[in-house]
């Protein structure tokens, strides 16, 4: 009889497993999903389109930080062919004497669009990193909803996602293509800590993936952009807070502090030389005027009309998106009577209402005291920039109110009257102009470089005294004798970012002054042994006294201590990750029938 029984039960298993036209249920549903997917990539490839087009005939839109991602992509792609793949130091910045600009700024976005220049026209390149960026934020976005919701309404959200408000004022005002970058990642690691910590059903199966999951997506975002980094950290340990208060117990901060302390050291190798070598540099200047939280929250006025004007509009965005966000919210709460609402529906939206209302309650004045006292938020700078994460809300919310709401056209109308007359504001404010990218590329090839930054200097330099034109090798006489500089010869041999070797031959003894920054991290050797270089009267230029005769010069950028431990930090969680993956893949297959 047990035998009959349990016959009859696997031939209803076999039925339930068929569909009508014999296919197995399992080979349908992927069927499906692939086909969501590729209807998402259009969605979001049309969106991003669409925020471009305004490029097709103003040319590119010059944002605040145009030049420095511009002149980034360019520096880098120049040292790929000098064979650096992984440049530390930015050889043309400050008209040649270079800064360590590579070390403190995340590595992903300058890679990406110096690669996007090798298989496009360099004025193109801001156009295809955008389009490439906004169809990634649309994908990530629809992997959020999908989980949750009706493959219409995900690509719906998926859209709003990627022509948020927020993403507009980046892209047409700001031109901050790291920042877009991070933001484009955001709605998976979202899902991916709401996973961690038991918010919702982990599709992963195992808690070793999981960890593996989030850690991959929160260390992306911090080799993406430091501010995206800092704002996620805080906004994901709130998520697991939040989630050990619902369960009552510590096992989702427990399985929180793995995750986040796995993802830091993923990112070890650029973090760990970022925090050390801080005290190289003039990195303050990063909260100098115009640039601190209490001059950036919503409606903030200062003693300056050009920065006035930008916090207005900023400010605009930040209301008109809380304001959407918080409708859309309410609407996704209130679905009809008859539904029954799982545990984890509510749970998002919980825990997307709790981002929301923290992202909207830091870019406001009376959260002043949080931005003096919480570890690194101030180097965030712009209390508007939460809009990041309040931007992963507002996508989600803006899905559910499709999915749930009979009038779905009205919120689809919404949502594009609010894109469309964001990027009508945002395209007549902004400064339209396709000549800087060639300016900088003739510039680069005329031996003059490009301005530096103020937070990259280094401490013993001003780079306000550097000339603009100077030559690689400056001959000045020794020091304490006066008359005229004298004549030597001077072969360069090498020079690149990373190594520069030149021989002087003189009667009598000089000083050499190299188009080169004093760093911690260069290595000076003078016919072989090591040397202390000296630095300039006004500023931090490179210079070698040096004794009548041949001398042999070497300088090269070494590989600090700081570098690599990060490095071998960042192998181990490497090595960490996969054995994770692998460990959850072995629990997988032993739990299979």
């Known amino acids: 009889?047990?035998?009959?029984?349990?016959?009859?039960?696997?031939?209803?298993?076999?039925?339930?497993?068929?569909?009508?036209?014999?296919?197995?249920?399992?080979?349908?549903?992927?069927?499906?999903?692939?086909?969501?997917?590729?209807?998402?990539?259009?969605?979001?490839?049309?969106?991003?389109?669409?925020?471009?087009?305004?490029?097709?005939?103003?040319?590119?839109?010059?944002?605040?930080?145009?030049?420095?991602?511009?002149?980034?992509?360019?520096?880098?792609?120049?040292?790929?062919?000098?064979?650096?793949?992984?440049?530390?130091?930015?050889?043309?910045?400050?008209?040649?004497?270079?800064?360590?600009?590579?070390?403190?700024?995340?590595?992903?976005?300058?890679?990406?669009?110096?690669?996007?220049?090798?298989?496009?026209?360099?004025?193109?390149?801001?156009?295809?990193?955008?389009?490439?960026?906004?169809?990634?934020?649309?994908?990530?976005?629809?992997?959020?909803?999908?989980?949750?919701?009706?493959?219409?309404?995900?690509?719906?959200?998926?859209?709003?996602?990627?022509?948020?408000?927020?993403?507009?004022?980046?892209?047409?005002?700001?031109?901050?293509?790291?920042?877009?970058?991070?933001?484009?990642?955001?709605?998976?690691?979202?899902?991916?800590?709401?996973?961690?910590?038991?918010?919702?059903?982990?599709?992963?199966?195992?808690?070793?993936?999981?960890?593996?999951?989030?850690?991959?997506?929160?260390?992306?975002?911090?080799?993406?952009?430091?501010?995206?980094?800092?704002?996620?950290?805080?906004?994901?340990?709130?998520?697991?807070?939040?989630?050990?208060?619902?369960?009552?117990?510590?096992?989702?901060?427990?399985?929180?502090?793995?995750?986040?302390?796995?993802?830091?050291?993923?990112?070890?190798?650029?973090?760990?030389?970022?925090?050390?070598?801080?005290?190289?540099?003039?990195?303050?200047?990063?909260?100098?005027?115009?640039?601190?939280?209490?001059?950036?929250?919503?409606?903030?006025?200062?003693?300056?009309?050009?920065?006035?004007?930008?916090?207005?509009?900023?400010?605009?965005?930040?209301?008109?998106?809380?304001?959407?966000?918080?409708?859309?919210?309410?609407?996704a709460r209130r679905g009809p009577a008859q539904e029954e609402e799982r545990l984890e529906t509510r749970n998002l939206w919980r825990a997307l209402l709790l981002l929301s209302a923290t992202a909207t309650m830091l870019m406001i004045r009376p959260s002043a005291v949080l931005w003096e006292h919480l570890p690194k938020l101030r180097f965030v700078q712009f209390p508007w920039r939460w809009m990041a994460i309040l931007a992963v809300p507002y996508g989600y919310f803006m899905a559910v109110a499709v999915a749930r709401r009979r009038i779905w056209w009205s919120w689809v109308l919404l949502a594009l009257v609010a894109s469309a007359a964001t990027a009508t504001v945002l395209v007549r404010s902004t400064w339209w102009n396709s000549d800087d990218i060639p300016s900088i590329q003739e510039a680069i090839a005329n031996d003059r470089g490009f301005e530096g930054t103020d937070e990259y200097d280094p401490v013993s330099d001003d780079h306000s005294n550097l000339p603009s034109k100077a030559p690689r090798v400056q001959i000045l006489p020794a020091e304490g004798l006066g008359g005229g500089a004298p004549k030597p010869e001077v072969h360069i041999t090498r020079w690149t970012a990373e190594e520069k070797e030149l021989r002087v031959l003189s009667r009598e003894q000089l000083r050499v002054g190299l188009r080169l920054l004093d760093y911690p991290a260069w290595r000076v050797e003078l016919n072989g042994k090591t040397v202390t270089p000296q630095r300039g009267a006004t500023n931090g230029q490179m210079i070698l006294p040096l004794s009548a005769g041949g001398q042999r010069i070497t300088v090269k950028f070494a590989r600090t201590t700081d570098r690599k431990l990060g490095i071998a930090i960042s192998v181990v969680a490497l090595l960490t990750l996969l054995a994770l993956l692998n460990a959850g893949g072995v629990r997988l297959l032993s739990a299979s029938p």
């Not at 249920?25 to 669409?50: E, M, T």
């Not at 130091?89 to 800064?99: D, I, K, L, P």
């Not at 997506?217 to 993406?224: D, G, P, T």
Request: hydrophobic residues 55%; glycine residues 8%; proline residues 5%.
């Open 1 to 331: 009889m047990g035998n009959d029984d349990s016959s009859q039960a696997q031939l209803q298993w076999h039925e339930h497993c068929m569909t009508s036209s014999g296919e197995p249920l399992n080979k349908i549903d992927g069927a499906a999903g692939i086909r969501g997917w590729l209807l998402a990539l259009g969605v979001s490839l049309a969106a991003a389109l669409l925020v471009i087009a305004p490029f097709f005939w103003l040319g590119n839109a010059s944002g605040h930080d145009f030049g420095f991602h511009a002149s980034s992509w360019l520096d880098v792609a120049g040292q790929w062919k000098e064979g650096i793949f992984f440049p530390r130091w930015a050889e043309e910045a400050n008209h040649g004497f270079g800064e360590p600009r590579f070390i403190f700024y995340p590595p992903l976005s300058w890679m990406l669009g110096a690669a996007l220049g090798f298989v496009a026209p360099w004025k193109a390149v801001p156009e295809v990193f955008i389009v490439i960026t906004q169809t990634m934020a649309g994908l990530c976005s629809f992997a959020l909803a999908q989980r949750f919701l009706p493959v219409r309404a995900a690509l719906f959200g998926a859209a709003c996602y990627a022509a948020n408000p927020y993403a507009l004022l980046i892209i047409y005002m700001r031109s901050d293509f790291a920042e877009l970058l991070a933001c484009a990642v955001m709605p998976l690691v979202a899902l991916t800590a709401l996973q961690l910590c038991g918010l919702v059903e982990n599709r992963l199966r195992s808690a070793p993936r999981a960890t593996a999951f989030f850690a991959a997506a929160f260390a992306a975002v911090w080799l993406c952009n430091a501010p995206a980094g800092v704002m996620t950290s805080y906004g994901v340990a709130l998520l697991f807070a939040w989630a050990s208060l619902e369960e009552e117990s510590v096992r989702p901060l427990r399985r929180g502090a793995g995750g986040l302390a796995l993802g830091l050291a993923l990112a070890g190798f650029y973090l760990l030389p970022a925090a050390y070598e801080q005290r190289w540099v003039n990195i303050e200047q990063a909260l100098s005027s115009g640039l601190l939280p209490a001059q950036n929250f919503l409606y903030t006025m200062i003693d300056d009309p050009e920065h006035n004007l930008f916090n207005w509009i900023a400010s605009g965005v930040a209301i008109l998106m809380v304001v959407m966000t918080g409708i859309a919210g309410i609407a």
